[in-house]
């Protein structure tokens, strides 16, 4: 009974569990994984490197590798929100979720003026410093990856200046995009086999631990 709760607990060890923290560093510091989200954040927010179409944006996201794991996208928005400015959208909004529950945005207020400290963690986060809602200078928005409706030729687009989530025309507009993957990239990340040898050899080394044991009872 004793070796078989010692077999239980280092099986807990070697599995990842949430930690107290919302964020985990993931990939050396190159991206963060979301415990509430169940998502994994690209550290740059400039994750293409410039203003793309979204069929541009889809094809060069295709191909985005960083630290030799793929698999990343743009976020999803589900639907759209009750206010005319689309503001607070989080509960089916990835990119509303990470600026207002994860970053503490605040609605009308840039992310760079308004967040908690979990927006030092990311860098080349794109808003307009010299916007003003009162004059309506243009905003710095970011691509979602669903369109509006089938057959649609928008998705929504998310603006860091405001909060704000409103439609835009796939051809029309250039925006920036912000990669994230579903679930804890550190999953995918590890090959499988160093980790099954990882578990192998500490199961043999507790067999052994378990031998020397009986055998000085």
Known sequence: MKFLNLV??????????????????RLGGLAYYDTD??????????SLDGKLTW???NIRINDLTVAGVGGWRMPETFS????????????N????????NVL?????????????????LFNNIQTNPDFDLENNF?????????????????V????????????????????????????????????VPAAVWLFASGLVGLFGFNRRFNSKL
């Open 8 to 25: 239980l607990t280092v099986i807990l060890l070697i599995l990842p569990f949430g930690a107290n923290s919302a964020l985990l560093e």
């Open 104 to 120: 503490g945005g605040a609605a009308l207020e840039q992310i760079t003026t308004t967040h908690n400290d979990n927006y030092y």
């Open 93 to 100: 909004s990835e990119m509303g979720n990470l600026f207002y």
């Open 138 to 154: 243009r905003t710095e928005s970011y691509w979602s990856d669903i369109a509006i409706r089938a057959g649609s030729e928008s």
């Open 156 to 191: 929504y687009s998310f603006s860091m200046d405001i909060g704000s989530q409103s439609p835009a025309h796939f051809f029309d507009n250039s925006y920036y995009v912000w990669a994230v993957q579903s679930g804890d990239v550190a999953l995918t990340s590890v090959p």
């Open 37 to 46: 989200a169940d998502l994994t954040w690209l550290a740059d927010a400039n």
């Open 80 to 91: 759209r929100c009750d206010t005319a400015l689309g503001l607070n959208c989080a509960a």
């Open 55 to 57: 069929h541009s944006a």
